[in-house]
């Protein structure tokens, strides 16, 4: 499969680019691994990535995130991270696992050692390229799901949160994240961009935000823009730029990230 991962990264001059198409390469074998592990009987698919892997989203990620279809379900977290990084090492990768699973969120990297060096990526024969995997395990209630067929590298069954609570989630994060992230803003515009994207699931949004400790106004169908559109002003643009400019699949859609866009967005 390494033969593979050269072959679709054979013709990138970028190297940027390169190193997130390997990574996106990367995050579907994982998730093939817990697909044939059976994590998808409980655990859900959401976040950027899932935006990407579902629907195309020309900005890549660097997280695999996860929550639990309902807490108390069981997790499996380590034995399928555990699986994850064996599925590496028989295809002769240089594999470093850590895993965290004794709190609610539960984290791991697979670490997958000097394959940036051995893909001419990296001067550095000692440079780690990782992928990590998050699961919520006591996720706050109201999301949908679905389950959904694609192909990207390989064929996966996902089921995800459906486009209205992959909104809300999005909503959320950037809410209630203590800092900016331009990779958020770059999202809200790629959502709101579509009108036919479906509203937010706003009980999903709302327990969300009372989880992590909102103490703002309740958030309505009537607000929500008007929450956002708030926090935007404040934002520092440069940085929101500099963020995302390294994920994105077409480098010259930075020009059509600006406040003045993501404003007319908001006020439809």
């Not at 009108?195 to 989880?211: D, G, K, M, V, Y």
């Not at 500099?242 to 480098?251: C, R």
Request: hydrophobic share 45%.
């Amino acid at each position: 499969m390494k033969d593979y991962l050269r072959q679709i990264l054979s013709g990138i001059d970028n190297p940027i680019l390169a190193r997130c198409v390997a990574r996106e390469y990367l995050q579907a074998r994982v998730l093939q691994s817990l697909q044939d592990c059976g994590a998808f009987g409980t655990w859900v698919f959401q976040g950027g990535t899932a935006l990407r892997f579902l629907y195309s989203m020309p900005r890549f990620s660097e997280d695999l995130d996860f929550a639990l279809v309902e807490p108390g379900l069981p997790v499996n977290f380590r034995d399928n991270m555990v699986a994850a990084g064996s599925l590496f090492e028989a295809e002769g990768y240089d594999v470093g696992m850590r895993i965290s699973d004794k709190r609610t969120v539960k984290s791991a990297f697979v670490n997958l050692k000097g394959l940036l060096f051995e893909l001419g990526l990296s001067a550095h024969p000692s440079e780690t390229l990782s992928i990590k995997v998050e699961v919520d395990s006591n996720p706050p209630a109201g999301a949908k799901t679905v389950s959904t067929i694609i192909r990207r590298h390989v064929i996966l069954n996902l089921r995800h949160h459906d486009k209205a609570s992959l909104f809300a989630g999005k909503l959320h994060a950037f809410l209630a994240r203590r800092y900016v992230k331009g990779r958020d803003i770059y999202d809200l515009v790629w959502y709101l961009s579509d009108r036919t994207w479906p509203a937010p699931n706003l009980e999903l949004l709302e327990s969300a935000l009372t989880q992590t400790g909102w103490r703002g106004a309740q958030v309505t169908d009537e607000n929500w823009r008007e929450l956002i559109t708030q926090r935007v002003e404040s934002l520092d643009w440069k940085q929101v730029v500099a963020d995302v400019e390294p994920f994105l699949e077409h480098p010259a859609d930075i020009a059509l990230l600006t406040r003045q866009n993501l404003a007319s967005l908001l006020r439809r």
